[in-house]
């Protein structure tokens, strides 16, 4: 089924996810009636969906069109690029994936998670290799990010060169691999027609740290520390997760790994070579407590303050293996990302309250840099690929607004850049760019093993439920004979306090039973309704009394039914 809103000759593009926001990245190329797909995230939810685990894209344009389908495309291994690929395969059927170096390890130890998948065959590249589909060769280059094997990936087209840069920043002196700036400096002097780039860090001005720097701040960290190191990263930041390793052995520290996505990375990262621990120096949870602590370094989960992670196990005092004592030094090998402050502020007091030392990144202490690059950065990729069109990605709407500019002062006409959301299509000539439309996009939540059964109006009851409580109303009646057979019952969760408020609670009872009573006589008797008058009723009273929307239910026993069916 052709794309509708693209004219012959157009190509087409879209997001559905990643546009808006910083997570659930998916991005989608229509090329000579072909669907290249880029990246299958997830999102991280935020405090307001409560009970969601994560989120991820609406896949139903992909349902309708996968007999279009080449391939899955993978720039890089983090969760909001990877983390969503067993969910969409559950969808949709993906001829192959193709993915490089640590992405491929973890993805398959994702899908192996999932047993209800059938995984398609994952096509491993290099970045000198070429792909070449109907009228559009693909290729690679290699960049930096905080992981490793980061590659942007470019189309080329009848029209023209896309280049869609996955995350990066400029780092001249790279833990991993250098990234290939001479394939960027190719592509542009060749002429790119459209780039896609990433737009995390567009509000940044200054330089982004090298991670080299990091390593060394954290070998001299480690030589001034004492007593026990417990130090908390992401378990993706294969090279922050190395100089700890280099750090702890520099220092003559055994290492301890605890939280099971650090464990897994570190298992997968043994696995492909990046991470290189002697013999001797990995040590399990029992034998912690045989070691001295000024001889062990902890490397745990939590850097985000999830509830559920081994750092707030630690600070809870609730971990089975570890507990925090005085002459500990936490540290914390990461920055929070948006929106999970509050949560890293409320493990940090916790620790406080334990009487160790913590030490997060800041003047004093460099323990994290960011995998995006900023200001400077973004513009040197603009200088280099000299994007004749240009579409902001990966991002808050305020970031691709950022970022809209820097590319207005490298020298992209404003009418060439289009600022969009998830959903809205692109649709791109060798001489024009447009917005052609809307395709279908939005979220959907999984929750447990549910995926797409929790909707938007059971956060709403959700969130009301936590903030105004419940107030439910039993009420037995005999519909046959028109009759209320006893007062009713009232039940409150969270709203009010029966004991001491029996005149707000006979008040409502009240008004429950006149309008029961008043349904019960009209002509045609109908359960529904009576719920309804007796919500609206209810409701309008207690927002009266109290200044508050608890969620009203109210449940009607009819005895006449239970009489139909003895």
Do not use: W
């Not at 969760?79 to 993805?107: C, F, Q, S, T």
């Not at 130890?109 to 070449?132: A, G, M, R, T």
């Not at 929070?336 to 990144?361: A, M, S, W, Y």
């Amino acid at each position: 089924m052709k794309n509708t809103l693209l004219k012959t000759d157009e190509i087409g593009i879209f997001s559905l996810g990643g546009l808006g926001e910083v997570g659930k990245n998916m991005y989608i190329y229509e090329i000579s009636n072909q669907i290249f797909i880029v990246d299958s995230g997830i999102l991280f939810p935020d405090n307001h969906l409560l009970g969601i685990d994560y989120v991820i894209p609406d896949y139903q344009y992909l349902i309708d069109n996968q007999e279009r389908i080449v391939g899955l495309f993978i720039t890089h291994a983090h969760e909001d690029h990877i983390g969503g690929i067993p969910y969409l395969l559950k969808k949709v059927n993906i001829p192959k994936i193709y993915a490089a170096g640590i992405a491929v390890d973890m993805i398959e130890h994702k899908l192996n998670e999932h047993e209800d998948v059938k995984s398609p065959q994952i096509e491993v590249f290099k970045s000198h290799y070429k792909y070449n589909f109907k009228h559009t060769e693909m290729s690679f280059i290699r960049l930096n990010h905080s992981i490793p094997d980061m590659f942007g990936i470019v189309f080329r087209t009848k029209e023209g060169i896309l280049f869609h840069t996955g995350d990066f920043k400029i780092d001249f002196t790279p833990v991993g691999p250098p990234a290939e700036y001479d394939k960027l400096a190719q592509i542009g002097s060749e002429g790119t027609l459209c780039m896609l780039s990433d737009s995390t860090n567009a509000e940044r001005e200054g330089l982004i740290e090298s991670d080299s720097k990091i390593g060394k701040s954290i070998n001299e960290l480690f030589s001034r520390i004492k007593g026990r190191i417990i130090i908390a990263t992401f378990a993706s930041n294969m090279y922050r997760i190395q100089q700890i390793i280099h750090s702890s052995i520099l220092n003559k520290r055994k290492i301890a790994v605890f939280g099971r996505s650090m464990e897994r990375a570190i298992e997968v990262g043994k696995q492909s070579g990046y991470i290189k621990i002697p013999k001797g120096f990995l040590i399990s949870g029992e034998e912690i407590n045989k070691i001295k602590d000024s001889d062990v370094t902890i490397i745990v989960t939590g850097s985000q303050g999830e509830p559920f992670a081994a750092l707030s196990r630690i600070a809870n005092g609730s971990h089975k293996q570890i507990k925090a004592h005085k002459g500990d030094t936490v540290i914390f090998s990461s920055s929070p990302i948006p929106g999970n402050q509050e949560g890293v502020n409320r493990t940090i007091n916790k620790l406080f309250r334990l009487d160790v030392e913590v030490i997060t990144h800041g003047p004093l202490a460099d323990t994290h840099t960011s995998g995006h690059g900023s200001q400077n950065d973004l513009k040197l990729m603009l200088s280099l690929v000299k994007p004749k069109f240009f579409i902001p990605m990966h991002g808050e709407h305020r970031m691709l607004k950022y970022h809209r500019d820097l590319a207005v002062s490298c020298g992209v006409k404003p009418n060439n850049i289009l600022i969009m959301d998830n959903g809205d299509v692109a649709a791109i000539t060798k001489d024009s760019i447009r917005l052609a439309g809307h395709v279908q996009a939005g979220d959907i939540y999984i929750d447990g093993s549910g995926i797409g059964d929790i909707g938007s109006a059971v956060i709403r009851e959700r969130k009301t439920l936590s903030e105004e409580g419940l107030f439910a109303i039993i009420i037995t009646i005999d519909s046959s004979k028109k009759r209320l057979l006893s007062n009713p019952t009232i039940v409150s969760r969270g709203f009010i306090y029966m004991r001491g408020n029996e005149e707000i609670t006979n008040e409502l009872a009240s008004i429950a039973t006149k309008t029961a009573i008043a349904e019960l006589n009209k002509k045609m008797f109908n359960e529904l309704n009576m719920k309804q008058k007796i919500i609206d009723q209810l409701q309008s009273k207690i927002f009266e009394i109290t200044m508050r929307k608890p969620v009203i239910i109210p449940i009607i026993s009819d005895l006449s039914k239970t009489k139909e069916t003895n």
